[in-house]
T-cell receptor
Framework: SQKIEQNSEALNIQEGKTATLTCNYTNYSPAYLQWYRQDPGRGPVFLLL?????KEKRKERLKVTFDTTLKQSLFHITASQPADSATYLCALDIGDDKIIFGKGTRLHILP | NAGVTQTPKFQVLKTGQSMTLQCAQD?????MSWYRQDPGMGLRLIHY???????DQGEVPNGYNVSRSTTEDFPLRLLSAAPSQTSVYFC??????????FGPGTRLTVL
């Protein structure tokens, strides 16, 4: 069956450290993978997109890797800040123009 | 640009009532989608559209109808509401192969 797993429901990280979130999937060969941020009571906001032929993508303090052999993406926030506290969602293109999401990881950056 | 707009923001229905959730975008995006978000379940794809006149089912389509008569609008219809449809509904739009833009959501309660 189709499955996207994000490593944990919640993650606590000390301010200034690097937060690493994991997205694993099975039974797909996605053309691309996306990461979104969602704050309480708001819609998701796009952060980064990485395509199947890209190993790594960076944007400011954010970095995404994509390993199509392991079927895994890692999402890193360096020099984390309390303002980075949010839920982070992984989304996959699963073909037929469908985009589906993992359940998300709630990240708490502790001052 | 207003981006993706959704109405209403909140709605309470009784079991068996019908209603339409409205979604509009002004970015001329061909692709539009409806998701529902429940605690612990993440975002689940209900229906999506790749252009005017074209719709398809997502992961959880039962109990919902859609149509796409224009590029701008993608309404979601509940023909006979059930308590299991209590959720937060998000509409999104995109260009093929790129990031999704989400609306602010509609919080629906079915009693």
């Amino acid at each position: 069956s189709q499955k996207i797993e994000q490593n944990s429901e919640a993650l606590n990280i000390q301010e200034g450290k690097t937060a690493t979130l994991t997205c694993n999937y099975t039974n797909y060969s996605p053309a691309y993978l996306q990461w979104y941020r969602q704050d309480p009571g708001r819609g998701p906001v796009f952060l980064l997109l990485i395509r199947e032929n890209e190993k790594e993508k960076r944007k400011e303090r954010l970095k995404v890797t994509f390993d199509t052999t392991l079927k895994q993406s890692l999402f890193h926030i360096t020099a984390s800040q309390p303002a980075d506290s949010a839920t982070y969602l992984c989304a996959l293109d699963i073909g037929d123009d469908k985009i589906i999401f993992g359940k998300g990881t709630r990240l708490h950056i502790l001052p | 640009n207003a981006g993706v707009t959704q109405t209403p923001k909140f709605q309470v229905l009784k079991t068996g009532q019908s209603m339409t959730l409205q979604c509009a975008q002004d970015m001329n995006h061909e692709y539009m989608s409806w998701y529902r978000q429940d605690p612990g379940m993440g975002l689940r794809l209900i229906h999506y559209s790749v252009g005017a006149g074209i719709t398809d089912q997502g992961e959880v389509p039962n109990g919902y109808n859609v149509s796409r008569s224009t590029t701008e609008d993608f309404p979601l219809r509940l023909l006979s509401a059930a308590p299991s449809q209590t959720s937060v509904y998000f509409c999104a739009s995109r260009v093929q192969g790129n990031e999704q833009f989400f609306g602010p959501g509609t919080r629906l309660t079915v009693l």
